[in-house]
């Protein structure tokens, strides 16, 4: 019918629309191939990077919500596992924290893979749900290879690399399994209720800011007309929920940046900037970043008022809307509690995964509401994905030309911990793992973290340090090549240097034993340290295979040797310079 309909006109609109769709599906063929080859670099490069910037020493929040909880349980206070974080309970976090060290060593690797697992859910359950509303196969696997890339893009580097930060991701990925459910009228109407609650406090128990997740849902009840019953029920539910949550929890009060003392609406622009937040590793400016993040509230804010005034609201329209007032929920929460901090503080690396959520959820909601601008809407986001694939070369690593991106210098980690577990504690080293102000709690949780076997401490060179004595019958030459370049004096003692690598047992950081001419064990030290003169002079040498180590006072020189496969090879000696 429709060809007989366009024989009967002699006219050139016919043809036009059929060169048009054609030119589209040629698009939407290009959009689609460029969108994928774009995720599988995203993905790949940030799975690279957390590989490359791993690392098993706690840091930060993590000496306290990890060795703490593990602390507190061996002395018999169960009560750790609801014991706030901050303003939070971390209940399912420390649920993985839990498997980490009593499954998998407490290395943090499981924690870590426990994030990916956790955003290729989040990735998932928006595919899912998004999975009718593309007629065309390509334009759905555009999409999702572009929320895709969004979602694993490297500026969330801080979520990917800490095992700590799970939690940010765990309370997105809940909350919107909760709408996905409650989305839902059909069959089964009353468990999906009881599986959408059950998310919403899934959600709770992740973050603080997952209390909202209950909240939001009352409003998405509102939003798709359901019964009152319903509203009130799911209310009821999220109001106990934060009742029980908030009972006996003090709310800590931050100082004041002098430089925001006055600054006018400052958790307003708080705000825009934390939803602009992933456009500052572009464009560096909390301006901008805050202009960006108050247009795609306004992009937003305008398809739902648009889509609620004509009646199209649909339950995939509902489960997109809610989403989007989750996040606006948690980035008023973090602006109330962050404010305070300064604007930098809206634009830090674990706030940016709730941006591009909400990015993702703007591209899908826009997708469905403008089917006649559908294409048009998919290009503009694989091109705004595209203007962030650049920022993936930093989770390469460190190159001659190209510095870290993630975290700082890790290697002063290592001796952070090597200072402190061999009784030469260097608290200018401990202030790059845990704050400076709370120095006697990180000595603590270090000394049991030692004394129990956790995590790092359990194996390998940081459980070998202050343990091993050297052996004069068991030296190997064979075993190693390296020096020891120097020995110099600090205020807790000598700290010598120099270079190791490992001609056997090449798995990892090469421990060093520096020794008096008596044979007696006086320090230890730790390989790991950038020696780019080392590669380049030595064949086959590693970027790292720079060593430090901090000995006790002393006048007489020492000997260096690494100790490898149970064996001692030496390095050499030095006197104090």
Known sequence: ?????????????????????????????????????LAALVIASTIFGAVHYFSSIPFEDQWDAYIGFFHSLADGHFQAWWNPQMEHR????????????????GLNIFSIVATFVLMVGLCACIAYESRRQF??????ITAVAILSGLMFLWVQNDNFTSGFQNQFVAVYLFALLGYAQFSKIGDHRNLRIAIALLCGILSALSMANGLAALFVMSAQAILMRRPLREIVAVTLVGAAVAAIYMHGQTIPVLPVDPAMAHVHLPILRFFFVFLGSPVVFILKSNLVAGIFGFLTFCAFSSLVAYLYFTRKISAYHAFLIAGYGFVVASGLGASHGRWMLGFDAARTSRYTTPALLSYVLLLMLAADALPRRRTLVLALSVLFLTLFVPIQIRALGHSDRLPYFARADMYSWKLAVLGQKIGLDHPELDAGIFPADSHERYVNQADYAAAANIGPYGSGWLHDAGIVNFDPGKIDQTLCNGSLDGTQTDNVGRVSTGWVIASKYRNGDVLVLLVDTAGQTLGYGVSGMSRPDVRKAVAGAPRDSGWTGFARSGDGPLNAYAYIGGKFCPLGMAKIS
């Open 1 to 37: 019918m429709i060809l007989m309909a366009m024989g009967q006109h002699n006219n050139a609109l016919p043809y036009g629309i059929l060169a048009r769709s054609s030119e589209e599906r040629n698009l939407t063929r290009v959009l689609s191939t460029w969108s994928l080859a």
């Open 135 to 140: 007629l065309a196969k390509s334009e759905w």
């Open 90 to 105: 971390i209940v399912f976090s420390r649920l993985l924290f839990w498997l980490d060290g009593k499954v998998f060593g």
